[in-house]
């Protein structure tokens, strides 16, 4: 079965209250040719291990608080703070003390 994605003009509601409800998972939420947007759910404790993209992306911290390692870096999420990340730039994301939400956009086209 086809993931199912938003449609243009589709709204989503991503919880601008900052809570983040219990059974919240990582999902892909919009995928055209040219832009992915996901919602990635780290639970207290959890790694969301090296990996890299091809285009660039932007990581946008919506709840709790969070940790980005890029290369020699470590960067400290918090609810309302975003970051951009170079195209095919190495890195990792770890939720340490919270359940946290991630609103992650990435470039696909060139």
């Known amino acids: 079965m086809a993931l ?5 003009l ?3 509601r991503l919880h601008p209250d900052g809570t983040l409800p219990p059974d919240a998972v990582s999902v ?8 992915q947007l996901l919602r ?6 959890s ?3 090296a990996h890299w993209v091809a ?4 990581i946008q911290c919506l709840t709790g608080s969070a940790q980005l390692i890029a290369g020699a870096q470590q960067l400290d999420l918090e609810a309302g703070d975003v970051v951009l990340v170079p ?5 990792e ?3 340490p003390h919270e359940d946290s939400a991630l609103l992650v956009t990435i470039r696909l086209g060139t």
């Open 87 to 91: 195209r095919q730039q190495p890195h």
């Open 55 to 58: 285009g660039e992306c932007t």
């Open 10 to 12: 589709q709204p989503i």
């Open 40 to 45: 990635v759910v780290l639970r207290a404790g």
């Open 4 to 8: 199912e994605h938003a449609s243009p």
């Open 28 to 35: 892909s939420l919009i995928k055209s040719a040219e832009l």
């Open 47 to 49: 790694v969301l291990p």
């Open 93 to 95: 994301l770890r939720s």
